[in-house]
């Protein structure tokens, strides 16, 4: 038998693929879910206990199938920028909501309800097609794939009409950006600024476009859809009873998704969700009856005074969104309301170092910190660079514990307020 190291990688994955599929295939079967289909009734959603074991498939999938692409071949999948035409022309008309589950519909029929040209109907969905979202029954006719179903929810589909409306044109603005702007740590400074020709940052300026508005909400509530970012992981993502009858103020909290979450889970704590004032404004109306009193809104700037007392403050997903100048006056402008022992908890992104992930992971990783630059000029921060910015803020506020959950891309960071 040859010796590891002289058996040719691509054998080496072929092998490896091969085991690892025949568990998972006979996990699947054990526990009664059909193998993985793009039939439209295929389910989209893979069982949590048998991530890594995915996560092991779709890496060395991925590395075998880039080793036999040459190059440009290469190159031109990750450019990819012809794939985001047909996305937008899909989720701009909502065609996936066109097409009825279990049927199908004509290209001459979506011609007719988009007011696009035939010719250019068949073009655009063959091209998607060719990317497995919609499958072509028979000639002509359109019909369901499980992606192109998945898109027929109205959120995701807004979802895609944020990616393809508002993140696609900034996007090929980051380059004009950092030239325009070298070393910008501002969040009107940015190629979303450039994008849309505008002084304002991305909240402020979308703000006043309800259309736009809702896309990106959508898009935020899409991101729940992300392995590792659902909020029913918050509950295990933190040991949330240890902190006994505790008061937590959710800065920045949106409209008390988490918040809701959490008390529903831990009869001990009471939450204060706390964001701008057009966010919080009639989130009373979500909040279920019998958690009432136990989930309360607060209109709070993030970089006013903090002006509550409580046992802990929890920042999920916020620092990503500023530089680290105006991260430091987020952190420092809590201090007037720390008592001795009161946690911050910020749940965020921890960049992973290159190969401690699944590389697929780390890429969505990589791709998202990239998006951040360009919305905010924020960024996913290594720990290190975690380490850093508590220090910069003030040197009371000391790393107690990060906590990776397993299979889950956010950390939670542990902070105790200390005297020093
Ligand atoms: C990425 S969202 C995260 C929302 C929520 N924490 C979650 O995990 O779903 C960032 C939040 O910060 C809030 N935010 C941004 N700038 C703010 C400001 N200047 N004052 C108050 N809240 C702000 C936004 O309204 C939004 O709810």
């Given at each position: 038998m040859a010796s590891p190291s002289s058996t040719p990688r691509i054998v080496e994955l072929a092998a490896q693929i091969s085991s690892s599929v025949t568990e998972l295939q006979e996990r699947l079967s054990a526990q009664g879910i059909p193998s993985p289909s793009f039939a439209e009734d295929s389910p989209p959603d893979f069982p949590a206990d048998l991530e890594s074991l995915r996560d092991s498939v779709i890496d060395a999938t991925?590395?075998?199938?880039?080793?036999?692409?040459?190059?440009?071949?290469l190159l031109y999948r990750f450019a990819a920028i012809p794939n985001m035409v047909g996305i937008d022309a899909i989720s701009r008309y909502n065609i996936a909501g066109m097409v009825p589950h279990g049927g199908q519909i004509s290209f001459a029929e979506i011609s007719e309800r988009t007011g696009m040209d035939k010719g250019l109907v068949r073009r655009l969905m063959r091209h998607a097609m060719s990317m497995r979202i919609f499958r072509e029954p028979e000639p002509e006719m359109v019909a369901h794939t499980k992606i192109s179903k998945y898109l027929s929810i109205p959120y995701i589909n807004a979802w895609a009409s944020f990616e393809g409306r508002d993140t696609w044109p900034a996007a090929t603005r980051v380059m004009d950006a950092v030239e325009k702007w070298p070393g910008s740590e501002e969040p009107n400074q940015t190629a979303f600024s450039l994008a849309n020709n505008t002084d304002k940052p991305v909240f402020e300026f979308i703000g006043a476009y309800p259309e736009r508005m809702m896309r990106f909400g959508a898009g935020m509530k899409a991101v729940d859809h992300v392995p590792g970012h659902a909020p029913e992981l918050i509950s295990k993502d933190y040991d949330w009873a240890s902190l006994g009858n505790a008061s937590i103020v959710n800065v920045g909290g949106g409209r008390g998704q988490i918040a809701i979450e959490l008390a529903q889970n831990f009869e001990n704590v009471k939450l204060t969700v706390q964001d701008a004032a057009m966010m919080v404004e009639g989130a009373e109306s979500d909040v279920p009856n019998q958690l009432k009193g136990r989930v309360e809104f607060m209109k709070h700037e993030l970089f006013d005074t903090q002006t509550l007392e409580a046992d802990a403050y929890?920042?999920?997903?916020?620092?990503?969104?500023?530089?680290?100048?105006?991260?430091?006056?987020?952190?420092?402008?809590?201090?007037?309301?720390?008592?001795?022992?009161?946690k911050i908890l910020i749940q965020d992104a921890c960049m992973p170092e290159h190969d401690s992930v699944p590389l697929w992971r780390e890429r969505v990783q990589r791709s998202v910190d990239l998006m951040l630059k360009c919305y905010?000029?924020?960024?996913?921060?290594?720990?290190?660079?975690?380490?850093?910015?508590?220090?910069?803020?003030?040197?009371r506020f000391k790393l107690h514990q990060v906590f990776l959950p397993e299979n889950s891309l956010l950390s939670i960071l542990e902070i105790h307020w200390v005297q020093v």
């Open positions: 991925a590395e075998l199938n880039e080793l036999l692409l040459d190059p440009l071949q929890f920042f999920r997903m916020v620092f990503r969104n500023w530089c680290d100048k105006y991260a430091i006056q987020i952190l420092k402008a809590q201090i007037p309301a720390l008592r001795p022992g009161a905010t000029n924020g960024r996913t921060r290594y720990l290190d660079e975690w380490k850093a910015l508590l220090a910069a803020a003030d040197e």
